[in-house]
């Protein structure tokens, strides 16, 4: 980190509404990041901490739930990222990649590396 920040950052962040956490958390939260909205899911904090992680040249993969991409909650996070940093995006739709769970998943790839064309896949089979 004493030279910038780390050349990637690989995760899968919890889907968890914020009405599920402590309110001390969420204050936390709210206070701390600049994408938090509404009723969000805290999913979205990770992403912008992650990116704030990175050094100039520095990637930022996860698997995450899509939904912000669509929803009021998003916003704020859509605002953070709209100005390029979004190279690539996987979508898997409503497709059941985890057992038992709905969580509409998604691959984003993210850097500072601004680009002007996002490479999107949608996955519409398990095959």
């Known amino acids: 980190m004493k030279v910038g920040g780390f050349d990637a950052v690989i995760g899968n962040?919890?889907?968890i509404r914020i009405q599920r956490i402590e309110y001390n958390?969420?204050?936390?939260l709210y206070k701390k990041y600049s994408t938090p909205t509404s009723k969000t899911d805290i999913s979205i904090v990770f992403i912008e901490k992650a990116v704030s992680l990175i050094n100039k040249t520095g990637v930022v993969g996860f698997i995450s739930s899509s939904q912000w991409m669509a929803t009021d909650?998003?916003?704020?996070?859509r605002n953070f990222l709209s100005d390029g940093k979004i190279q690539e995006i996987v979508n898997f739709g409503s497709l059941p990649v985890f057992q038992n769970?709905?969580?509409?998943?998604?691959i984003f790839i993210i850097s500072h590396n601004l680009t002007k064309n996002v490479r999107l896949k949608r996955i519409n089979s398990k095959d």
């Open 73 to 77: 909650y998003g916003k704020n996070i």
């Open 25 to 28: 958390q969420s204050d936390y």
């Open 101 to 106: 769970a709905s969580t509409y998943p998604a």
């Open 13 to 15: 962040p919890p889907y």
